[in-house]
C-alpha cells in the first residue's frame, strides 16, 4: 500500500475520530487502519463503504493518532474550499439551534455541519469585527466569546458534548496535532470566507476540562496602511 498522505480516507473526520478506525484508498485498494480496541461493527461499516478489497491493520493508540492527523491533514483543504463556497449566508445563530445531537454529527454521512458551524462563527466575527474569537471548554458547558474592540463578550452556548469535535477539526484544520492535549500548540489556517481572504492564527492551551483554543483574526482587505494613514 503507498504511504498514508498519498491515499484518501472514505469516512468522515468525526466518524472516524469517533471509531478510532481510518479508512484508506488508492483507488485499486483499501485498508482500514484501526485500534487494538475499534469495535467489530465499525470494522464491518467500513469494509461496507470500501471501494475495493480491504486490509486491516492494527495500530497503537499513540501510532493511530498519528496516522489520523496526517490522513486527514491533506483533507482539510476540502474543508477549506467548502468554508470559500458557503460564503456569508450562514447565521451562526439559526445554525447552532439546528445543529443535530452530537450523536447524529458523529454519524453522519460527512463533515459539513461542524464545518458549516465554524465558518457561520468566522462570518460572525468578521461582520463584528472581532480581533480574535475564544472557544473555552468548562466543566457543564461550553462557551464561544468575540473580542471586539479589547473587550471580551460571549456569543454563543453549544452543546458541551461538541467541544471535543469542533477543537479537533480546527486543529486538523491548522495542521496541528489532535493527539496532543497536554501542551499549547500554534497553528494557522488562510482561508477565504465571501470572497475574502481571512489569515487565522490558532493557540490551543490545556485546562481542567479539556482545552481551550484562541482564533485571531487577520482580515487581509481591511489592512491598507501607508505612511498618510499612519500620519
Not at 465499525?42 to 492494527?58: H, I, W
Not at 491548522?174 to 500548540?185: C, H, T, V
Request: charged share 30%.
Amino acid at each position: 500500500m503507498t504511504p498514508a498522505a498519498e491515499r484518501r480516507p472514505l469516512l468522515p473526520f468525526a466518524w472516524a475520530r469517533a471509531h478510532h478506525l481510518v479508512l484508506l484508498s488508492d483507488g485499486e485498494r483499501c485498508e482500514a487502519l484501526c485500534r487494538s480496541d475499534t469495535a467489530a461493527r465499525a470494522l464491518l461499516e467500513a469494509r461496507r463503504l470500501a471501494d475495493g478489497p480491504m486490509s486491516v491493520s492494527r495500530l497503537a493508540p499513540d501510532a493511530f493518532e498519528k496516522v489520523l492527523v496526517l490522513s486527514y491533514q491533506r483533507d482539510s483543504a476540502e474543508a477549506h474550499r467548502m468554508m470559500a463556497d458557503i460564503g456569508n449566508e450562514l447565521d451562526l445563530y439559526t445554525l447552532a439551534e439546528e445543529l443535530p445531537d452530537t450523536d447524529d454529527l458523529l454519524d453522519s454521512e460527512d463533515d459539513a455541519p461542524i464545518i458549516r458551524l465554524i465558518n457561520a462563527m468566522l462570518t460572525e466575527a468578521i461582520k463584528e469585527k472581532a480581533s480574535d474569537i475564544h472557544i473555552e471548554t468548562y466543566e457543564r458547558h461550553l462557551q464561544i466569546r468575540f473580542r471586539v474592540d479589547g473587550v471580551l463578550r460571549e456569543i454563543l452556548r453549544p452543546q458541551r458534548r461538541l467541544a471535543a469535535l469542533l477543537i479537533s477539526r480546527i486543529k486538523v484544520m491548522a495542521s496541528l496535532d489532535i493527539a496532543e492535549k497536554r501542551i499549547p500548540q500554534d497553528g494557522r489556517m488562510a482561508l477565504r470566507i465571501g470572497g475574502r481572504a481571512i489569515d487565522v492564527r490558532v493557540s490551543t492551551l490545556p485546562s481542567s476540562h479539556g482545552e481551550r483554543v484562541v482564533l485571531r483574526l487577520l482580515d487581509k482587505n481591511s489592512v491598507n496602511l501607508d505612511l498618510l494613514t499612519l500620519g
